[in-house]
């Protein structure tokens, strides 16, 4: 399945980078003003889906492959596991923020908050991943039967 | 020291189990059933010696991010969760043995890998269940323990399979709202959603907003309730039964509808306290819902025909029992029905389980059709029937045990009526059982001839049903030592 309308190819490639870099910029801040790992995952994701639906299920799949989205899954938890880990393993308990000496950053800029904006992206990966891995989850189900 | 890791470290140890299940798809199978296999075990270990040291010391209050408990969430490790976690991930371990022997029947090959990575999920969110000590945590996990164990009853692709699990997902959906309104009401009335502070906090907010705490201890009662197939709820679970592979069924059925019972108590308990329960007569109601559920699962069980469906209707009346110990709010009471979870944990693991495997081999679900299999599987029958003779309380199994405690604990609390019900519940198990074993070792002599038995199943799934068979007689012959962690458990409910 694929769009052979050109005005929505054309428009697909224009707006793409500016959803995508959108989507960054919500997780990113994800600390210091509304969004997050999940909104801005799930603004990422879509625009993947967007990209499924207009060039097809193929080249989608060559921008970012089964495999990839695979490991970016159990990836995106394992990092936040991880950096949960480290709290414990620096004398807090899990998860242990400031204390565990996480740096505390000035107040209201990207680098603050400690560990929270590397949870964001960890949420925003498997967000992501998660999206595109649904989508085509539905889309081959649809083939087989 | 690290033994107050141990909790959050178990929960992570089965996340990372799940995690790295699709990434060793490409790899053959059986490096995923032994990494599992060392998880179980590794966890195993860590929850006796968890259970070892809060019997011993002090109980383990373990906040997550360092943060205060008011605002936090909160990991408690007392005897109550402890003995529980351990029970739990012992009947998982046996399960899982015997799932890796018959391939979980019914599940197309390629779908393995998702069956496991959903069974540890689901035992994280039932652990993350009985350690959490936040009402609102306790919903996570209890939605993810909901989320999780539609799609282990949904994993045969048969259309019958995804109708059972959409009933499943309506009426649990129905249940974890409604416990969530209970939550967001007790929270409207107190401002903290931590069980322990709670607790006190209601003492006064129970004075001062009685309308609140009432309405907020029914929608909880009710939403568990729905979770934990108490009677006039119970619809989803026999359909959820039969179309389930069989070690999806043990779990659900064994260990699943516990845990809700579980978070039950600890919201009468912790929550609530007697007092309060007694001032709202909620010790009546209990019991005659117990007693209702008691005898109407029997009775539904005894006009089914299918034998996964049967012991969903038996799962409802045991149900019963163990809200019926519940509700007389007393000391032994609670003891004895902690004792039935535990019991009927490992009853109805094994008759799923040797059920199952008749189902594997013989291909039929009908009870008219066991005629003669004791002669022909005689291990799996034998089991069947060990485990049998516990539900109907015969002496030296585990069952009997489990009676005499509820039958005692209710001659304290006078409600000889229920005394009755009790033992006409037990008839009536009498009724359904007993058949079954006599069709299948006493009648029919034309299999008696052929001695030889034609049991081929792998060691993996002969292996854990012995043990069950062995652990429900040697808890019917000596329950001491349970007893005392049980006793050690129901002293941090009622003090």
Same mark, same amino acid.
Request: net charge neutral; glycine share 10%; with cysteine.
């Given at each position: 399945?694929?769009?052979?309308?050109?005005?929505?190819?054309?428009?697909?490639?224009?707006?793409?980078?500016?959803?995508?870099?959108?989507?960054?910029?919500?997780?990113?801040?994800?600390?210091?003003?509304?969004?997050?790992?999940?909104?801005?995952?799930?603004?990422?994701?879509?625009?993947?889906?967007? #990209?499924?639906?207009?060039?097809?299920?193929?080249?989608?799949?060559?921008?970012?492959?089964?495999?990839?989205?695979?490991?970016?899954?159990?990836?995106?938890?394992?990092?936040?596991?991880?950096?949960?880990?480290?709290?414990?393993?620096?004398?807090?308990?899990?998860?242990?923020?400031?204390?565990?000496?996480?740096?505390?950053?000035?107040?209201?800029?990207?680098?603050?908050?400690?560990?929270?904006?590397?949870?964001?992206? !960890?949420?925003?990966?498997?967000? @992501?991943?998660?999206?595109? +891995?649904?989508? +085509?989850?539905?889309?081959?189900?649809?083939?087989?039967? | 020291?690290?033994?107050? *890791?141990?909790?959050?470290?178990?929960?992570?140890?089965?996340?990372?189990?799940?995690?790295?299940? /699709?990434?060793?798809?490409?790899?053959?199978?059986?490096?995923?059933?032994?990494?599992?296999?060392?998880?179980?075990?590794?966890?195993?270990?860590?929850?006796? #010696?968890?259970?070892?040291?809060?019997?011993?010391?002090?109980?383990?209050?373990?906040?997550?991010?360092?943060?205060?408990?008011?605002?936090?969430?909160?990991?408690?490790?007392?005897?109550?969760?402890?003995?529980?976690? =351990?029970?739990?991930?012992?009947?998982?371990?046996?399960?899982?043995? #015997?799932?890796?022997?018959?391939?979980?029947?019914?599940?197309?090959? +390629?779908?393995?890998?998702?069956?496991?990575?959903? &069974?540890?999920?689901?035992?994280?969110?039932?652990?993350?269940?009985?350690?959490?000590?936040?009402?609102?945590?306790?919903?996570?996990?209890?939605?993810?323990?909901?989320? =999780?164990?539609?799609?282990?009853?949904?994993?045969?692709?048969?259309?019958?399979?995804?109708?059972?699990?959409?009933?499943?997902?309506?009426?649990?959906?129905?249940?974890?709202?409604?416990?969530?309104?209970?939550?967001? &009401?007790?929270?409207?009335?107190?401002?903290?959603? +931590?069980?322990?502070?709670?607790?006190?906090?209601?003492?006064?907010?129970?004075?001062?907003?009685?309308?609140?705490?009432?309405? !907020?201890?029914?929608?909880?009662?009710?939403?568990?309730?729905?979770?934990?197939?108490?009677?006039?709820?119970?619809?989803?679970?026999?359909?959820?039964?039969?179309?389930?592979?069989?070690?999806?069924?043990?779990?659900?059925?064994?260990?699943?509808?516990?845990?809700?019972?579980?978070?039950?108590?600890?919201?009468?308990?912790?929550?609530?306290?007697?007092?309060?329960?007694?001032?709202?007569?909620?010790?009546?109601?209990?019991?005659?819902?117990?007693?209702?559920?008691?005898?109407?699962?029997?009775?539904?069980?005894?006009?089914?025909?299918?034998?996964?469906?049967?012991?969903?209707?038996?799962?409802?009346?045991?149900?019963?029992?163990?809200?019926?110990?519940?509700?007389?709010?007393?000391?032994?009471?609670?003891? !004895?029905?902690?004792?039935?979870?535990?019991? *009927?944990?490992?009853?109805?693991?094994?008759?799923?389980?040797?059920?199952?495997?008749?189902?594997?081999?013989?291909?039929?679900?009908?009870?008219?059709?066991?005629?003669?299999?004791?002669?022909?599987?005689?291990?799996?029958?034998?089991?069947?029937?060990?485990?049998? &003779?516990?539900?109907?309380?015969?002496?030296? @199994?585990?069952?009997?045990?489990?009676?005499?405690?509820?039958?005692? !604990?209710?001659?304290?609390?006078?409600?000889?009526?229920?005394?009755?019900?009790?033992?006409?519940?037990?008839?009536?198990?009498?009724? #359904?059982?007993? /058949?079954?074993?006599?069709?299948?070792?006493?009648?029919?002599?034309?299999?008696?001839?052929?001695?030889?038995?034609?049991?081929?199943?792998?060691?993996?799934?002969?292996?854990?049903?012995?043990?069950?068979?062995?652990?429900?007689? &040697?808890?019917?012959?000596?329950?001491?030592?349970?007893?005392?962690?049980?006793?050690?458990?129901? *002293? @941090?409910?009622?003090?």
């Amino acid at each position: 399945m694929t769009m052979n309308d050109i005005i929505v190819k054309t428009i697909t490639r224009i707006v793409l980078p500016f959803a995508q870099l959108y989507g960054v910029f919500v997780i990113l801040n994800g600390h210091i003003s509304p969004g997050g790992g999940f909104a801005g995952g799930a603004i990422l994701g879509t625009t993947l889906i967007l #990209y499924t639906l207009v060039f097809g299920r193929k080249k989608g799949s060559k921008k970012f492959s089964h495999r990839a989205s695979e490991i970016a899954e159990s990836g995106g938890i394992m990092l936040f596991i991880l950096i949960g880990l480290i709290g414990l393993m620096l004398g807090g308990s899990f998860l242990t923020n400031l204390d565990a000496g996480f740096p505390a950053g000035e107040l209201g800029s990207i680098l603050s908050g400690g560990m929270i904006p590397l949870l964001m992206i !960890a949420i925003g990966i498997k967000v @992501t991943s998660t999206m595109i +891995n649904l989508f +085509n989850l539905l889309i081959d189900e649809g083939v087989h039967s | 020291m690290i033994v107050e *890791h141990l909790p959050i470290l178990n929960l992570i140890l089965f996340m990372s189990m799940a995690l790295v299940i /699709p990434l060793l798809r490409r790899q053959p199978f059986k490096i995923t059933l032994i990494l599992g296999f060392i998880v179980l075990g590794l966890v195993s270990v860590s929850s006796i #010696y968890l259970l070892y040291h809060v019997n011993q010391f002090d109980a383990i209050h373990y906040t997550l991010g360092g943060h205060d408990t008011r605002f936090g969430i909160e990991l408690l490790v007392d005897p109550f969760s402890a003995l529980f976690t =351990t029970i739990i991930v012992l009947l998982a371990s046996i399960i899982y043995v #015997y799932s890796s022997g018959d391939r979980t029947e019914g599940i197309e090959p +390629n779908e393995y890998g998702r069956y496991y990575v959903l &069974l540890f999920v689901l035992l994280m969110s039932l652990f993350g269940v009985l350690y959490t000590n936040d009402l609102f945590n306790t919903y996570v996990f209890i939605e993810i323990l909901s989320i =999780t164990t539609c799609a282990l009853i949904s994993i045969k692709r048969k259309r019958e399979a995804y109708s059972s699990a959409f009933r499943y997902v309506m009426m649990n959906e129905l249940g974890s709202l409604s416990y969530l309104f209970g939550v967001a &009401l007790l929270y409207m009335a107190t401002g903290i959603t +931590n069980i322990s502070l709670i607790g006190q906090a209601l003492q006064t907010a129970y004075e001062t907003y009685p309308f609140n705490v009432v309405i !907020a201890l029914t929608f909880m009662m009710i939403g568990l309730g729905i979770k934990a197939a108490i009677f006039p709820f119970h619809v989803w679970l026999p359909d959820a039964h039969s179309s389930a592979p069989s070690t999806s069924s043990s779990l659900l059925s064994a260990i699943v509808i516990k845990v809700y019972v579980l978070v039950l108590i600890k919201i009468l308990f912790r929550v609530f306290n007697v007092e309060i329960l007694l001032d709202l007569n909620m010790r009546t109601v209990l019991l005659v819902v117990a007693g209702i559920g008691m005898i109407m699962g029997s009775v539904f069980a005894i006009a089914q025909q299918d034998v996964k469906r049967m012991l969903g209707y038996s799962s409802v009346a045991q149900i019963g029992y163990i809200l019926l110990g519940i509700g007389l709010l007393s000391w032994e009471g609670l003891r !004895a029905s902690f004792f039935h979870i535990l019991s *009927h944990g490992l009853m109805k693991t094994a008759l799923f389980l040797s059920a199952g495997e008749i189902i594997y081999y013989k291909r039929t679900r009908r009870v008219n059709d066991f005629d003669g299999i004791g002669f022909i599987m005689p291990v799996a029958m034998s089991v069947f029937s060990i485990a049998a &003779l516990g539900m109907i309380g015969l002496p030296f @199994t585990s069952g009997f045990i489990s009676k005499l405690y509820l039958g005692t !604990a209710l001659l304290d609390g006078r409600q000889v009526v229920f005394l009755g019900v009790l033992i006409v519940s037990s008839l009536l198990n009498v009724m #359904y059982y007993l /058949p079954i074993i006599i069709l299948a070792f006493l009648k029919n002599e034309k299999y008696q001839y052929r001695l030889t038995s034609i049991e081929r199943a792998p060691s993996t799934m002969i292996g854990p049903l012995v043990l069950l068979g062995l652990l429900i007689v &040697l808890l019917g012959v000596m329950p001491q030592p349970i007893m005392q962690l049980i006793d050690a458990a129901v *002293h @941090t409910l009622i003090p």
